[in-house]
């Protein structure tokens, strides 16, 4: 079992920075791929950026390729996401999520079925223009 939290979200102005993180607790070995998914109105789940460790890899969508970076920092169990010139589209909640095993293959699902087995809450981060 794996719990996630985020936080790290607010309100922005277009242009600027935030930087999301998401404390992993629950397993003593870092095993998982991680996630960063979020969630409007729209669209009930969109991917957003994912790392695997083990791989050294990571994967973004195209409309944040550039703008956001996923790293982490294995020693203490956290994931960030860095956001920045953030656009109003950008305005949602977003979830970190993990998946088992930490290789290619789960990464691959988890982005292209935006599923995975543990979900944190979610963050809110709204844009404004």
């Known amino acids: 079992q794996v719990q996630l939290v985020e936080s790290g979200g607010g309100l922005v102005q277009a242009g600027d920075s935030l930087r999301l993180s998401c404390a992993a607790s629950g397993r003593a070995s870092r095993s998982y791929v991680v996630g960063w998914f979020r969630r409007t109105p729209a669209k009930e789940r969109e991917f957003v950026a994912a790392?695997?460790?083990?791989?050294?890899?990571?994967r973004y969508a195209e409309s944040v390729e550039g703008r956001f970076t996923v790293s982490g920092d294995k020693s203490k169990n956290m994931t960030f996401l860095q956001m920045n010139n953030l656009k109003p589209e950008d305005t949602a909640v977003y979830h970190c999520?993990?998946?088992?095993?930490?290789?290619?293959?789960?990464?691959?699902?988890?982005?292209?079925?935006?599923?995975?087995?543990?979900w944190g809450q979610g963050t809110q981060v709204t844009v404004s223009s």
């Open positions: 999520a993990a998946a088992e095993p930490d290789d290619l293959i789960a990464l691959a699902t988890m982005i292209r079925t935006a599923s995975a087995y543990w």
């Open positions: 790392i695997s460790w083990k791989a050294g890899i990571t």
